[in-house]
């Protein structure tokens, strides 16, 4: 692959800012870095500079739940009613950690971005809860519970954030401890990931990029847009190298054993012809080419990773405007 020939045949390759990082089994093979980490310091985004990745987070909540399933403190066909000890509204009662982790629970969500002006949901969700009030996972139940289904428990595949906000209360029901805790004790540390962390958006750390908003033409911080501590949907701060270093983890077996990888890896639900769900993960097989991937957007957030379990390679985009990044991939290796 002419990767530099790839990136420049890419549109909007001059706008991007952020990190594109392609990683082997030897170190990296290519790599850009672009763009402010902190437009006002003109601090300059480099390889170890962590950026927020929205709905990739839910790569680790998935890695998470499978933790517990490969503990046997968790069973895929457990009801959440039977685990959370909150009143679940009219979250229909059949729902499984199953059909969590495959997005087919059906369950009512709080930002549905099957339906039209999700970032418009967004907006009014933040002015009836103020972000800075957004720190538990038990605060977006309310958010959560008065929603009637959208569809049947495994009926479909339906993408749910509210279903991943659920399956936050399940690890923590299962694992005794708060989500981040649980994702920093039993993912984030074992991998060694040193730039990887659940961050206050008010308490960032150094070299820790700002998320950057398009307001009428001016480019404002996202502080105001999103929850100031991540959750089990969306929030999670990491870079480019821990990334390789999650994903080599996670096949080498660390996290679990070959029978949990196998589940969390199989396509567990179906998108499209050549997209599928597995347990927190999407799958995309083509031919002869199989990778698995993350991808996360929001206000000031663009982020897609990607890893190629039989040329045991890497490929990120970390992103701190709204800059769309995934056409690289498909344009590097989909077709």
């Given at each position: 692959m002419d990767f530099d020939r790839a990136w420049e045949s890419w549109a909007d390759a001059g706008q991007f800012s952020g990190v594109f990082s392609v990683s082997g089994e030897q170190?990296?093979?290519?790599?850009?870095?672009?763009?402010?980490?902190?437009?006002?310091?003109?601090?300059?985004?480099?390889?170890d500079t962590a950026f927020g990745i929205a709905s990739g987070t839910k790569l680790f909540t998935g890695l998470a739940a499978c933790v517990l399933i490969d503990r046997k403190k968790l069973s895929l066909d457990d009801r959440i009613s039977d685990i959370l000890p909150f009143d679940l509204g009219?979250?229909?009662?059949?729902?499984?950690?199953?059909?969590?982790?495959?997005?087919?629970?059906?369950?009512?969500?709080?930002?549905?971005?099957?339906?039209?002006?999700?970032?418009?949901?967004?907006?009014?969700l933040s002015e009836k809860y103020p972000v800075y009030l957004w720190t538990r996972l038990e605060?977006?139940?309310?958010?959560?519970?008065?929603?009637?289904?959208?569809?049947?428990?495994?009926?479909?595949?339906?993408?749910?954030?509210?279903?991943?906000v659920l399956l936050g209360l399940v690890i923590e029901a299962?694992?005794?401890?708060?989500?981040?805790?649980?994702?920093?004790?039993?993912?984030?540390?074992?991998?060694?990931?040193?730039?990887?962390?659940?961050?206050?958006?008010?308490?960032?750390?150094?070299?820790?990029?700002?998320?950057?908003?398009?307001?009428?033409?001016?480019?404002?911080?996202?502080?105001?847009?999103?929850?100031?501590?991540?959750?089990?949907?969306?929030?999670?701060?990491?870079?480019?190298?821990?990334?390789?270093?999650?994903?080599?983890?996670?096949?080498?077996?660390?996290?679990f054993s070959e029978?949990?990888?196998?589940?969390?890896?199989?396509?567990?639900?179906e998108i499209n012809e050549t997209n599928g769900y597995g347990l927190g993960v999407y799958r995309f097989e083509k031919g002869d080419k199989l990778f698995y991937y993350a991808v996360g957007g929001d206000f000031g957030v663009d982020f897609f990773t990607a890893y190629f379990p039989k040329q045991k390679i890497t490929v990120s985009a970390l992103g701190n405007t709204e800059l769309n990044t995934y056409p690289l991939l498909e344009a590097m290796f989909c077709r």
């Amino acid at each position: 692959m002419d990767f530099d020939r790839a990136w420049e045949s890419w549109a909007d390759a001059g706008q991007f800012s952020g990190v594109f990082s392609v990683s082997g089994e030897q170190g990296v093979l290519y790599e850009k870095c672009q763009g402010f980490r902190n437009i006002g310091e003109g601090l300059l985004n480099n390889r170890d500079t962590a950026f927020g990745i929205a709905s990739g987070t839910k790569l680790f909540t998935g890695l998470a739940a499978c933790v517990l399933i490969d503990r046997k403190k968790l069973s895929l066909d457990d009801r959440i009613s039977d685990i959370l000890p909150f009143d679940l509204g009219q979250i229909d009662k059949r729902v499984t950690v199953f059909h969590l982790l495959t997005h087919t629970s059906g369950v009512g969500d709080y930002l549905d971005e099957e339906a039209e002006d999700p970032a418009g949901q967004s907006r009014a969700l933040s002015e009836k809860y103020p972000v800075y009030l957004w720190t538990r996972l038990e605060y977006y139940l309310p958010m959560i519970t008065p929603l009637p289904p959208k569809f049947a428990p495994g009926a479909r595949c339906g993408y749910s954030n509210a279903g991943f906000v659920l399956l936050g209360l399940v690890i923590e029901a299962a694992g005794g401890v708060p989500y981040q805790q649980f994702v920093r004790d039993e993912i984030i540390t074992p991998c060694g990931l040193e730039r990887t962390g659940f961050y206050r958006a008010d308490s960032l750390p150094a070299n820790t990029a700002l998320g950057y908003t398009d307001d009428g033409g001016e480019l404002r911080s996202n502080i105001f847009s999103l929850p100031v501590l991540g959750g089990s949907d969306g929030g999670i701060y990491t870079c480019a190298g821990d990334l390789d270093r999650l994903w080599r983890a996670v096949f080498s077996g660390k996290l679990f054993s070959e029978e949990t990888l196998a589940a969390f890896l199989k396509k567990q639900s179906e998108i499209n012809e050549t997209n599928g769900y597995g347990l927190g993960v999407y799958r995309f097989e083509k031919g002869d080419k199989l990778f698995y991937y993350a991808v996360g957007g929001d206000f000031g957030v663009d982020f897609f990773t990607a890893y190629f379990p039989k040329q045991k390679i890497t490929v990120s985009a970390l992103g701190n405007t709204e800059l769309n990044t995934y056409p690289l991939l498909e344009a590097m290796f989909c077709r």
